[in-house]
């Protein structure tokens, strides 16, 4: 039988959930299908990460809609799956191949109207696109899907000069505004918990390093290649995001049996309650960093499995093209 042809479309410049999704999904993917990925050239980062097996075609910063139009005649793909605004706005209707969108970002109808399906990880984004978009709309959570752990938490600690004792609070994201990272330090500083360390981890984290100049227990960490090895270090682990479509590395956390501290968002609301987290308001004065009674937990992450979730996508784009056949 023949292969179902896919390109998968992602003009980011640096790697964050929506580069993992892509990373995740087309490992799944060619397995089953016969994939593409076109990427900006400059996005090194998202290029090693990607499978060796999935063809990968780099396009430059400049007349990126004509490249991409120019290999999609030359693939003459089944599917196109767009990722963030830019690609959507890339990529023109077509009766000879169906455009699936994923909406990591809100919902807008002007960048999207040119898709066939889209899928959306929350119930917010749900309810705003079903009453605008046209396609088929479709909801799935994302997955946990992490490397094996390669440094023990000895030797990160040594590592990164943290004291044996020290309870570690650790967050993995962006240094952005998104993120809420200004608010975990914030908070960290105003209760100073005892005999800990506040590790924080993600791009764009030299803009905050005035800000802990004088705090031997506050660590800032740039990318890293396996977070396995952070989340099995931390003790607690926070996360203060102002929103999100869903949240990755919450759930990752979950994973490694960690006590979380979450704020409320529209990406973790549907689900979060039903699991042991502490979620707050990181802008009020409740008391959030703890040191006693740490103890692992033990969630039930199976509505978070990566190999479902991947099985969802593809049943997605062969009901649209058995649409396209009949």
């Not at 999704?21 to 397995?31: A, G």
């Not at 890339?90 to 009766?95: D, F, L, Q, R, Y």
């Not at 692992?296 to 996508?313: G, P, Q, R």
Request: aromatic share 12%; glycine share 4%; hydrophobic share 40%.
């Amino acid at each position: 039988m023949k292969k179902i042809k896919v390109i998968h479309i992602l003009i980011s410049k640096g790697f964050a959930g929506s580069e993992k999704y892509l990373c995740d999904l087309i490992d799944y993917q060619s397995k089953f299908f016969d994939v593409s990925v076109i990427i900006l050239k400059k996005n090194l980062i998202l290029k090693k990460d990607i499978n060796k097996n999935v063809k990968i075609f780099q396009i430059i910063d400049f007349f990126k809609k004509i490249q991409i139009t120019k290999i999609i005649n030359k693939i003459k793909p089944d599917i196109v799956h767009t990722h963030l605004s830019n690609a959507a706005k890339c990529v023109s209707k077509s009766n000879k191949f169906k455009i699936v969108a994923t909406a990591h970002m809100n919902f807008k109808k002007s960048i999207l109207k040119n898709c066939d399906a889209l899928i959306v990880s929350n119930s917010t984004q749900f309810k705003q696109a079903a009453k605008n978009f046209k396609g088929d709309l479709f909801q799935s959570y994302l997955w946990t899907r992490l490397k094996p752990i390669t440094k023990n938490k000895t030797e990160l600690k040594k590592e990164l000069k943290i004291p044996k004792k020290n309870i570690i609070f650790g967050s993995i994201g962006r240094f952005h505004p998104q993120k809420g990272f200004d608010l975990i330090l914030k908070k960290f500083k105003q209760e100073s918990p005892k005999n800990s360390t506040l590790l924080l981890i993600g791009n764009g984290h030299e803009e905050f390093n005035n800000k802990v100049k004088n705090y031997e227990n506050i660590i800032l960490l740039g990318h890293i290649n396996n977070a396995s090895n952070y989340y099995n270090l931390f003790d607690v682990a926070v996360f203060a995001s102002r929103w999100e479509t869903f949240g990755f590395t919450l759930v990752e956390a979950m994973q490694y049996r960690l006590p979380i501290i979450s704020s409320l968002h529209m990406g973790n609301k549907d689900w979060i309650k039903k699991f042991k987290i502490k979620v707050c308001n990181f802008n009020q004065k409740q008391k959030i960093f703890y040191t006693k009674n740490i103890t692992k937990v033990k969630y039930d992450t199976s509505i978070f499995n990566y190999h479902d979730k991947c099985a969802e996508i593809s049943k997605i784009y062969k009901s649209l093209l058995e649409i396209k056949k009949n």
